[in-house]
């Protein structure tokens, strides 16, 4: 029998993702990321809202990062200002680390065909990714069931409640929304094209 966990940030994406694939666990990482206490409330209260188990993991990675996330200046090779290098592999890694031992056995991740600016947002990157997941010990099965889908596509596909979609936190910078960062930015629009005024 399956069990499923989605690595859940408690943005728009990770909460859609959450409501359409119901899975058995959300898990979300302090991995030192500025907006890491704003990202575990979000998620606490999607699971809450789905009655799944919640577990959170703290690594602190805050050293290795770069960019809005980790309130320094972006590194020449960033093709975002965001980018943390190598963070959705280590995030993965971290992840199946912690979920071994709950027997899951089917990790997602919130990929969408959007994120394909950074190269760990690609469905290459996941399959590659997955192919390492699923020659280990406990076989676990890795998937981006939203690779194929923008934000808006996701959100409508997903039935997520608007009362829930606006507890996600999508500012990079703060526990609070900057309005400047590219995940403000794109939290607005997404609002907006799916007929909501953001402001």
Known sequence: ???????????????AIAFWKK??????????????????????AVCAALGIEHIMARVDLSSFG???????????????SEWWPYRNQALVTIAA????????????????????HHADGTGEFVCH??????????????DAPAITFDAVELI???GVPLDVLCWSHSCHSSDYACGECGGCRK??????????DPY
């Open 129 to 142: 990714l997955a192919g390492l997941l699923a020659m280990q010990e406990g076989s676990m099965r890795l």
């Open 187 to 196: 939290h607005y629009r997404t609002m907006g094209a799916i007929g909501v």
């Open 66 to 80: 770069s960019g809005d996330m980790a309130a320094r200046p972006a590194l020449g090779l960033a093709p975002r």
């Open 23 to 44: 899975p058995n666990i959300g898990i979300t990482i302090d991995y030192g990321q500025r907006p890491a206490a704003a990202e575990l409330r979000a998620s606490a």
């Open 156 to 158: 409508k596909i997903s």
């Open 1 to 15: 029998m399956t069990r499923s966990a989605l690595l859940l940030s408690g943005g728009m994406d990770s909460t």
């Open 97 to 116: 680390m912690a979920l071994i031992s709950r027997d899951v056995d089917h990790l997602m991740i919130g990929t969408l065909r959007t994120d394909g």
